[in-house]
């Protein structure tokens, strides 16, 4: 086994390396008075230098000049310009090893140095304990080292004893853990965690595996298997309050490590390490458990009302031929009776004569079942299904506590009522129930035969703990998304202290007041200036027309040079086969060394595999299908890599190394400078067992899938990705992608199509400091809000709303601000806010005052879209790169016909990431083809501009090979790194 790494290379150069930058030289290498005695002291030139050089490094980092290292020239030059010297003495000085050993020592007492003793190694023991208590990164561990040893004005050892430190640092803060956990544990329970990992008869598994592979597709059974699990976690005796002894950073990596670790393996850890590591996985999936449970009893609950209404529409298709004989005998009785009234007849004589009674009488009945059938509640139409609803209703109300921030919730007591009937065995109920928490019209239709109907009642109470579960009104023990609002947020008392500070970082002011005033002055201004353009004419692109604002679509801008170039160039790219384009973009960018092993942090030691695994995500081939079309590959070493190494903080470390690099490549500056960006979803359909975790959204179509929801830069730079149902509103999601990554990209504007828009998305916008620019659908339809009153703008009349509420937004201006902050520190996920408020029935203040500002945020930009053009342009633009984007992932994402077959969320979600890291591996790949040909062009004497070239995207794919047998044992040697372009010449010749 080779020795275990604290810190990789770059990361020991960044900590020990001497800065060259003009600060750095001016603060740590100007000598003053007594330094140029001391080295005036020494006889000869390279002596004085070589003494100044130890001096200023040992007092800068702390440590000694290590054998033959020669310092940056910059210093030596910069040193021995005051001095007097020639630099080139100092190579005269580096090759005397005593006489530099012997101006350290006297170095050392000079700047009241000490080596390192026991007590000093023991001090930076305790610091790296302290450190590895949050985590087992090595950076932050061997920084907190470093810092020990300095402070006690110890000279540093060698980077191989800092090391050493580190990881017995670490060690130690893994058994503090481990111990924190399992102390008060008794024997017993000990003994049955250890059962965990052994194979049960009656299961035909380990209860390991069994938690873990808990079902997810919505349905009955698979619920009632979700609270099996969850009753007997809870049998096992762990107090979930254990978690909190130790620290959140520890607790994750213990969780992370639970996570990837099989039964098998768990077995040959320590006893300590195997009883904490399963102490970790039983409290992390009883949450877990418990928010699948709820997850699915919500979507079973829609899924009942949603077929009841789907069966309401097929009862009104059904009798079509039926409905129409009526239409048509109505149609006749009014005939008649016109008649009747014209001539002076009597009604119903001509009535008789010309329609036939018999006929009317005849159709009654008919029509009578067609009139009931349209008038049926859905709650009735809902409870034809209750047969399915009682195989789940009595587990899941029985073993779940729910609770409420109303005081006497009716709806808690609706539940005690049903829980005590399920536990008596009785059907009716009784002749009192709690009903304040139902609707008017659930209630009458409950009580329409005096008595409650026990079937109406169960359902409409469950439908409404549905509603409240998913806007948090109520919440559940054990769970940990659904909790009240409050407990997803910064802490108050932080939260007040950041304020008091001025601390907060937000894009808005502290005082509400102020905030008002200013964007009522800026709307005001900015609504007189558009009437004013509108009435005159002014506006490009726009026309006002009878009192409404018609935008005029714009004309496509690529001229026909930039259509030929990129023809052109197309033809250049070499022609590439996707292993060797994975592997050329992992040698620039080093992205496959950031799946780091979960405990150790090391990086993979089989490059190959770990790319034959991002690929088998990326192309859908997954990876046993992968392993049997790769030479020289195997199935184990696949799945090794993607146990050990695949994660999602390691996909996103990966995505960030290669969208960095392609931010940083000269070539993308042409496209963006980074800071705006698109977000959109694309549909995947769901297929074989996929199919019932799926969700149907009829505008895809009838079949089930899931949607990935992606962001992509102006340079054509991927940063985010996330699987989502495609019942799901997209706007929920529209923040989450600007926090969720670790790229370099500081995105200031994100366009959007429709779905991704709403008043509560613009009103989140302005307290995160970003700009949300998106292309809203029939932008004449949708209103100015204003805060004056509409005739102070009577060309805009027709487009004037509902005025802002601001008494609203100034009373829940310090909870907004509260969530604004806890959104840019990454407390909590945007979505889990926008959610809550989007799914509330009734929308508290908070929402409400969110709305508001939303409506304030939409008017200023509604305004600003019909001012500007280049805003049209730019958001076109910009969402233009996306769709063409999508094509390019359609064409990778290929094997199974691009159809998610992926059950579980996490395999889910591991597709989307390796089809987002696959896609920007291609898209730098092609940047620095285009790049190399664009100079080859120019060098040839073609003039093409930047105006031009700015045109070219890199998401062509004809010239790369994604199918066939995936070769990875045989490395290509290129000349000079990169690959011969083809010349178009060529080509045509060779046809």
Same mark, same amino acid.
């Given at each position: 086994?080779?020795?275990?790494?604290?810190?990789?290379?770059?990361?020991?150069?960044?900590?020990?390396?001497?800065?060259?930058?003009?600060?750095? *030289?001016?603060?740590?290498?100007?000598?003053?008075?007594?330094?140029?005695? %001391?080295?005036?002291?020494?006889?000869?030139?390279?002596?004085?230098?070589?003494?100044?050089?130890?001096?200023?490094?040992?007092?800068?980092?702390?440590?000694?000049?290590?054998?033959?290292?020669?310092?940056?020239?910059?210093?030596?030059?910069?040193?021995?310009?005051?001095?007097?010297?020639?630099?080139?003495?100092?190579?005269?000085?580096?090759?005397?090893?005593?006489?530099?050993?012997?101006?350290?020592?006297?170095?050392?007492?000079?700047?009241?140095?000490?080596?390192?003793?026991?007590?000093?190694?023991?001090?930076?023991?305790?610091?790296?304990?302290?450190?590895?208590?949050?985590?087992?990164?090595?950076?932050?561990?061997?920084?907190?080292?470093?810092?020990?040893?300095?402070?006690?004005?110890?000279?540093?050892?060698?980077?191989?004893?800092?090391?050493?430190?580190?990881?017995?640092?670490?060690?130690?803060?893994?058994?503090?853990?481990?111990?924190?956990?399992?102390?008060?544990?008794?024997?017993?329970?000990?003994?049955?965690?250890?059962?965990?990992?052994?194979?049960?008869?009656?299961?035909?598994?380990?209860?390991?595996?069994?938690?873990?592979?808990?079902?997810?597709?919505?349905?009955?059974?698979?619920?009632?298997?979700?609270?099996?699990?969850?009753?007997?976690?809870?049998?096992?005796?762990?107090?979930?309050?254990?978690?909190?002894?130790?620290?959140?950073?520890?607790?994750?990596?213990?969780? #992370?490590?639970?996570?990837?670790?099989?039964?098998?393996?768990?077995?040959?850890?320590?006893?300590?390490? #195997?009883?904490?590591?399963?102490?970790?996985?039983?409290?992390?999936?009883?949450?877990?458990?418990?928010?699948?449970?709820?997850?699915?009893?919500?979507?079973?609950?829609?899924?009942?009302?949603?077929?009841?209404?789907?069966?309401?529409?097929?009862?009104?298709?059904?009798?079509?031929?039926?409905?129409?004989?009526?239409?048509?005998?109505?149609?006749?009785?009014?005939?008649?009776?016109?008649?009747?009234?014209?001539?002076?007849?009597?009604?119903?004589?001509?009535?008789?004569?010309?329609?036939?009674?018999?006929?009317?009488?005849?159709?009654?009945?008919?029509?009578?079942?067609?009139?009931?059938?349209?008038?049926?509640?859905?709650?009735?139409?809902?409870?034809?299904?209750?047969?399915?609803?009682?195989?789940?209703?009595?587990?899941?109300?029985?073993?779940?506590?729910?609770?409420?921030?109303?005081?006497?919730?009716?709806?808690?007591?609706?539940?005690?009522?049903?829980?005590?009937?399920?536990?008596?065995?009785?059907?009716?109920?009784?002749?009192?129930?709690?009903?304040?928490?139902?609707?008017?019209?659930?209630?009458?239709?409950?009580?329409?035969?005096?008595?409650?109907?026990?079937?109406?009642?169960?359902?409409?109470?469950?439908?409404?703990?549905?509603?409240?579960?998913?806007?948090?009104?109520?919440?559940?023990?054990?769970?940990?998304?659904?909790?009240?609002?409050?407990?997803?947020?910064?802490?108050?008392?932080?939260?007040?202290?950041?304020?008091?500070?001025?601390?907060?970082?937000?894009?808005?002011?502290?005082?509400?007041?102020?905030?008002?005033?200013?964007?009522?002055?800026?709307?005001?201004?900015?609504?007189?200036? *558009?009437?004013?353009?509108?009435?005159?004419?002014?506006?490009?692109?726009?026309?006002?027309?009878?009192?409404?604002?018609?935008?005029?679509?714009?004309?496509?801008?690529?001229?026909?040079?930039?259509?030929?170039?990129?023809?052109?160039?197309?033809?250049?790219?070499?022609?590439?086969?996707?292993?060797?384009?994975?592997?050329?973009?992992?040698?620039?960018?080093?992205?496959?060394?950031?799946?780091?092993?979960?405990?150790?942090?090391?990086?993979?030691?089989?490059?190959?595999?770990?790319?034959?695994?991002?690929?088998?995500?990326?192309?859908?081939?997954?990876?046993?299908?992968?392993?049997?079309?790769?030479?020289?590959?195997?199935?184990?070493?696949?799945?090794?890599? #993607?146990?050990?190494?695949?994660?999602?903080?390691?996909?996103?470390?990966?995505?960030?190394?290669?969208?960095?690099?392609?931010?940083?490549?000269?070539?993308?500056?042409?496209?963006?400078?980074?800071?705006?960006?698109?977000?959109?979803?694309?549909?995947?359909?769901?297929?074989?067992?996929?199919?019932?975790?799926?969700?149907?959204?009829?505008?895809?179509?009838?079949?089930?899938?899931?949607?990935?929801?992606?962001?992509?830069?102006?340079?054509?730079?991927?940063?985010?990705?996330?699987?989502?149902?495609?019942?799901?509103?997209?706007?929920?999601?529209?923040?989450?992608?600007?926090?969720?990554?670790?790229?370099?990209?500081?995105?200031?504007?994100?366009?959007?199509?429709?779905?991704?828009?709403?008043?509560?998305?613009?009103?989140?916008?302005?307290?995160?400091?970003?700009?949300?620019?998106?292309?809203?659908?029939? /932008?004449?339809?949708?209103?100015?809000?204003?805060?004056?009153?509409?005739?102070?703008?009577?060309?805009?009349?027709?487009?004037?709303?509902?005025?802002?509420?601001?008494?609203?937004?100034?009373?829940?201006?310090?909870?907004?601000?509260?969530?604004?902050?806890?959104?840019?520190?990454?407390?909590?996920?945007?979505?889990? /806010?926008?959610?809550?408020?989007?799914?509330?029935?009734?929308?508290?203040? *908070?929402?409400?005052?969110?709305?508001?500002?939303?409506?304030?945020?939409?008017?200023?930009?509604?305004?600003?879209?019909?001012?500007?053009?280049?805003?049209?342009?730019?958001?076109?633009?910009?969402?233009?790169?996306? %769709?063409?984007?999508?094509?390019?992932?359609?064409?990778?994402?290929?094997?199974?016909?691009?159809? /998610?077959?992926?059950?579980?969320?996490?395999?889910?979600?591991?597709?989307?990431?390796?089809?987002?890291?696959?896609?920007?591996?291609?898209?730098?790949?092609?940047?620095?083809?285009?790049?190399?040909?664009?100079?080859?062009?120019?060098?040839?004497?073609?003039?093409?501009?930047?105006?031009?070239?700015?045109?070219?995207?890199?998401?062509?794919? %004809?010239?790369?090979?994604?199918?066939?047998?995936?070769?990875?044992?045989?490395?290509?040697?290129?000349?000079?790194?990169?690959?011969?372009?083809?010349?178009?010449?060529? /080509?045509?010749?060779?046809?």
């Amino acid at each position: 086994m080779g020795r275990r790494k604290l810190i990789n290379a770059g990361e020991a150069q960044t900590l020990l390396e001497l800065a060259v930058d003009e600060d750095s *030289l001016i603060r740590h290498y100007t000598l003053d008075a007594g330094d140029r005695l %001391e080295c005036e002291l020494r006889r000869r030139p390279h002596n004085q230098l070589g003494f100044a050089v130890q001096l200023c490094v040992m007092r800068h980092t702390g440590r000694l000049l290590g054998d033959g290292e020669l310092p940056p020239t910059l210093i030596i030059e910069y040193l021995a310009d005051q001095l007097g010297i020639e630099p080139r003495h100092f190579s005269i000085y580096a090759t005397r090893t005593q006489t530099r050993f012997d101006h350290s020592r006297h170095l050392t007492e000079y700047l009241g140095l000490h080596l390192a003793n026991k007590d000093d190694r023991r001090a930076a023991l305790v610091a790296a304990t302290d450190a590895a208590a949050s985590g087992d990164k090595g950076l932050p561990i061997t920084e907190a080292i470093i810092k020990a040893f300095r402070d006690r004005r110890a000279l540093l050892p060698s980077l191989h004893s800092i090391v050493k430190i580190g990881i017995a640092g670490r060690a130690l803060a893994r058994r503090r853990a481990e111990a924190g956990l399992i102390s008060n544990l008794t024997p017993e329970t000990l003994v049955s965690l250890d059962d965990l990992l052994t194979v049960e008869p009656a299961i035909g598994q380990t209860r390991f595996h069994w938690l873990k592979s808990a079902p997810e597709a919505p349905g009955a059974l698979n619920l009632v298997g979700l609270i099996e699990r969850v009753i007997f976690l809870r049998s096992l005796g762990i107090d979930p309050r254990l978690q909190a002894r130790i620290p959140s950073g520890r607790w994750e990596q213990m969780v #992370r490590e639970g996570d990837a670790t099989p039964a098998w393996l768990a077995n040959d850890f320590t006893a300590s390490r #195997r009883h904490a590591t399963l102490v970790a996985q039983v409290i992390k999936l009883g949450q877990k458990l418990t928010d699948d449970a709820m997850t699915m009893f919500i979507k079973l609950i829609g899924r009942l009302f949603s077929k009841a209404n789907n069966r309401k529409k097929q009862r009104h298709m059904n009798p079509r031929a039926e409905t129409s004989k009526v239409l048509r005998l109505f149609l006749d009785t009014i005939v008649a009776l016109q008649a009747a009234n014209d001539t002076g007849e009597d009604a119903i004589d001509t009535l008789n004569r010309q329609v036939g009674w018999n006929r009317l009488l005849q159709i009654k009945p008919g029509l009578e079942a067609i009139v009931e059938s349209n008038s049926t509640s859905p709650l009735a139409l809902a409870a034809e299904q209750y047969g399915n609803l009682r195989k789940y209703a009595a587990a899941f109300l029985q073993n779940f506590n729910f609770q409420s921030r109303r005081r006497h919730d009716p709806l808690l007591a609706a539940i005690a009522v049903l829980r005590s009937l399920y536990a008596e065995g009785r059907r009716v109920l009784p002749e009192r129930v709690p009903v304040a928490h139902l609707a008017k019209s659930d209630r009458k239709l409950i009580f329409e035969n005096g008595k409650p109907d026990r079937r109406l009642y169960e359902i409409a109470t469950l439908a409404h703990l549905r509603d409240r579960l998913r806007s948090r009104d109520v919440w559940v023990e054990g769970s940990r998304a659904f909790r009240p609002i409050d407990e997803h947020l910064m802490s108050r008392s932080t939260f007040v202290a950041l304020k008091e500070e001025d601390k907060l970082g937000l894009g808005v002011q502290r005082d509400g007041e102020a905030w008002l005033t200013e964007v009522r002055q800026m709307m005001d201004l900015n609504l007189k200036r *558009l009437a004013y353009r509108a009435r005159n004419g002014k506006l490009e692109g726009v026309r006002l027309e009878a009192g409404t604002l018609i935008v005029t679509p714009h004309a496509r801008d690529v001229p026909a040079a930039a259509e030929d170039l990129n023809a052109e160039i197309s033809e250049m790219y070499p022609l590439v086969e996707i292993p060797d384009l994975l592997r050329e973009v992992h040698e620039w960018t080093g992205f496959a060394d950031q799946f780091s092993h979960v405990r150790t942090g090391d990086v993979p030691r089989n490059i190959p595999a770990m790319l034959a695994g991002v690929l088998a995500d990326g192309t859908n081939l997954g990876p046993k299908r992968m392993a049997g079309a790769s030479k020289g590959i195997s199935a184990h070493q696949i799945g090794w890599m #993607r146990t050990f190494h695949a994660r999602s903080e390691t996909y996103r470390a990966a995505q960030a190394c290669v969208t960095d690099a392609h931010t940083l490549h000269p070539h993308s500056r042409l496209w963006g400078d980074g800071t705006t960006a698109s977000s959109d979803g694309q549909f995947f359909r769901a297929s074989d067992r996929a199919a019932k975790r799926g969700d149907i959204n009829l505008h895809y179509g009838s079949e089930p899938g899931t949607k990935f929801y992606s962001g992509l830069s102006d340079q054509y730079g991927y940063f985010s990705i996330l699987p989502i149902s495609p019942t799901e509103s997209e706007a929920v999601y529209v923040l989450d992608g600007l926090f969720d990554h670790d790229t370099i990209l500081e995105i200031e504007e994100l366009f959007t199509d429709t779905g991704g828009a709403s008043d509560q998305v613009f009103g989140l916008f302005p307290f995160v400091g970003k700009r949300f620019a998106p292309r809203l659908r029939n /932008i004449k339809d949708r209103k100015f809000h204003t805060f004056e009153r509409a005739d102070t703008y009577p060309a805009l009349a027709n487009h004037i709303g509902t005025p802002i509420n601001t008494t609203l937004i100034l009373e829940n201006w310090d909870d907004l601000l509260r969530i604004g902050a806890s959104v840019t520190t990454r407390t909590v996920a945007p979505s889990t /806010i926008l959610k809550m408020f989007a799914t509330s029935s009734k929308a508290n203040d *908070l929402a409400k005052a969110l709305r508001e500002i939303g409506r304030i945020e939409r008017t200023l930009f509604m305004i600003e879209w019909y001012s500007s053009q280049s805003l049209r342009r730019r958001c076109q633009a910009g969402l233009n790169k996306g %769709e063409a984007a999508h094509k390019l992932k359609r064409a990778v994402f290929f094997h199974e016909r691009g159809e /998610i077959r992926d059950r579980s969320y996490d395999s889910q979600a591991f597709r989307a990431s390796g089809l987002n890291l696959v896609v920007s591996t291609i898209v730098h790949w092609n940047t620095v083809y285009l790049s190399r040909a664009v100079a080859h062009l120019r060098q040839q004497g073609r003039k093409i501009t930047d105006d031009v070239l700015k045109h070219i995207s890199p998401l062509r794919w %004809e010239h790369i090979n994604l199918t066939g047998i995936y070769s990875w044992d045989t490395e290509k040697q290129i000349p000079e790194g990169f690959r011969t372009l083809r010349s178009p010449g060529k /080509i045509l010749r060779a046809a």
